[in-house]
């Protein structure tokens, strides 16, 4: 049977490549290719640049309330075809469509629309100065770079179009080689909004193509998604033409649960942060810091949700709840990991093993994974597994427990359950950590900044701030009195 061939989206079409390179991506779910892609070969590479150079010199003169309202009919869009979309993300990624189906198409939209929002309401400031004055514009920066990991294809795309978008700049767009497609659909509803051409381009392929858009002079700011080393290397890469950046990382985020805390409610948080998505989200609580004398029933009912709760097998069932790893490559590190926690000595409460489930017996399964008794020096404490790895600890002192917590170069995620008001808050501003839940884990609507501390990330995205990270300001001052000169 043949497969289909996507071509890179260059200039409001598709494009061929010369080098007639390919690539192919599989159904984690089944381990079949399901479709080929072009590289972007330099011809290409070549041919984004000058499109989005044009596409950005019409867009950018467009008025802020007229991209807002093309933006809109994109979002409609969007929606119009939540289930179709839906359905690649499943192929593509392996998560089930019960998540799909109402999460990555809604929220990617819901972010889309919130900044053609606010794309008209963007404003200066203008101030005297004697009898001088000065004004400040918000100008575009030109053309962006957007590199996106597999986790939530189309969502990351929308949430690096949006604002970078709205703001009337040009976007050339690298998703990740194992899910290529979401983005691709993506840039079909641009254009057929009424987008121009070059405004959104697809470029395909692996860490080369990242590289050069991260090399490439022509471009002014790289919006990454992605492992905190590759961050750390498109960082640098970056520094030689001194572009902006913002930085989406991994993160190693703590759960903190108190004696008082709603311990179902707890548990459904620690399960949310651990096995949504198979476990492949980066903002997940995979350190569960649990108070000595609810520790016994936290890791019961826990235990019990876990075994019961859970149905794994072909992520298009609606019934099924968790699906397969990204890759063959992933699946080995996940179980390479739960290796090295038995092996470290925690006590595996549940899982630990790879699934065959019956409706999809090539996927990459990973059992969801419980490890308790475990120590804060640990590898599986330490490390961002990206998989269903959950590692229960033990605290007794809230200063000791916030200390732990933070005790790790990294800081994207963190959340916090008690019943008590002002521990909650006491607790909550004191984790070193962008993206912060009381009583609740993971939501992350589109008027909520999201970002991280330390080494999780740099910058912003979705809240109103992110405007600022895709513009730049411009001042300018105008003489109502004669220069005084001493020349
Ligand atoms: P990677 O860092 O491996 O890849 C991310 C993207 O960067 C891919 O498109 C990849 O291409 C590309 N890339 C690889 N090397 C380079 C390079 N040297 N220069 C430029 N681009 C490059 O991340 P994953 O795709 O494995 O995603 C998982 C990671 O993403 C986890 O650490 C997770 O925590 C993080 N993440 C963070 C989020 C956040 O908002 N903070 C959200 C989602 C995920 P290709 O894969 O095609 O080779």
């Not at 030109?142 to 590199?147: D, S």
């Not at 990740?176 to 470029?203: C, D, M, Q, R, Y």
């Not at 961002?384 to 007794?396: A, D, H, K, Q, R």
Request: with cysteine.
């Amino acid at each position: 049977m043949t497969t289909p061939v996507y071509q890179n989206f260059i200039n409001g079409d598709f494009l061929k490549n010369q080098s007639g390179e390919t690539f192919a991506v599989k159904n984690p779910a089944t381990d079949e290719v399901i479709y080929h892609v072009e590289v972007a070969d330099s011809f290409v590479q070549n041919a984004a640049i000058e499109s989005a150079k044009q596409g950005f010199a019409v867009w950018s003169a467009i008025a802020p309330i007229e991209r807002s309202r093309i933006l809109l009919k994109a979002v409609a869009l969007l929606r119009e075809r939540n289930d179709l979309l839906a359905k690649i993300e499943v192929l593509d990624t392996g998560k089930p469509w019960q998540e799909a189906e109402c999460v990555d198409v809604q929220t990617g939209a819901d972010v889309i629309e919130y900044f053609a929002g606010l794309a008209p309401a963007q404003v200066g400031q203008q101030q005297m100065v004697g009898e001088d004055f000065y004004y400040t514009r918000k100008e575009p920066l030109g053309i962006c770079a957007g590199i996106g990991a597999w986790n939530y294809p189309l969502q990351i795309a929308c949430w690096k179009s949006g604002p970078a978008l709205a703001a009337g700049n040009a976007l050339i767009f690298k998703p990740s080689e194992e899910t290529p497609l979401g983005a691709i659909k993506l840039a079909e509803i641009f254009t057929e909004a009424g987008v121009p051409a070059g405004v959104f381009n697809v470029v395909q392929g692996a860490a080369e193509v990242g590289q050069w858009l991260t090399h490439s002079p022509d471009i002014e700011k790289v919006s990454f998604t992605g492992e905190v080393g590759t961050g750390k290397k498109v960082v640098a890469s970056a520094a030689g033409t001194l572009k902006d950046v913002t930085m989406e990382l991994g993160g190693k985020s703590p759960l903190l649960v108190f004696e008082d805390a709603d311990i179902s409610q707890a548990v459904s948080a620690a399960m949310l942060g651990n096995f949504y998505t198979q476990g492949e989200i980066c903002t997940n609580c995979t350190r569960i810091y649990v108070h000595k004398s609810v520790y016994q029933q936290f890791i019961d009912e826990l235990k019990t949700r876990t075994e019961q709760n859970i149905v794994a097998g072909d992520p298009l069932d609606p019934s099924v709840n968790f699906g397969a790893l990204i890759s063959k490559n992933h699946h080995n590190l996940v179980m390479g990991y739960i290796e090295k926690g038995i092996n470290e000595g925690a006590t595996l409460l549940t899982g630990g093993k790879a699934l065959r489930p019956e409706s999809a017996p090539n996927g990459y399964f990973v059992a969801p994974t419980v490890f308790t008794d475990c120590t804060d020096d640990m590898t599986i404490v330490k490390e961002e597994i990206f998989g269903p790895v959950m590692s229960v600890l033990v605290f007794e002192d809230e200063d000791d427990v916030i200390r732990r917590a933070n005790d790790t170069h990294l800081g994207l995620a963190a959340g916090v359950f008690t019943k008590d008001i002002k521990r909650a808050h006491r607790v909550i501003h004191q984790m070193q950590a962008g993206i912060c839940w009381i009583n609740s884990y993971g939501n992350s609507p589109a008027e909520m900044p999201v970002g991280g501390y330390k080494q999780s990330g740099i910058g912003r995205e979705n809240g109103i701030e992110t405007l600022d990270h895709y513009t730049q300001t411009k001042s300018i001052y105008v003489g109502m009195t004669d220069i005084e000169s001493p020349f």
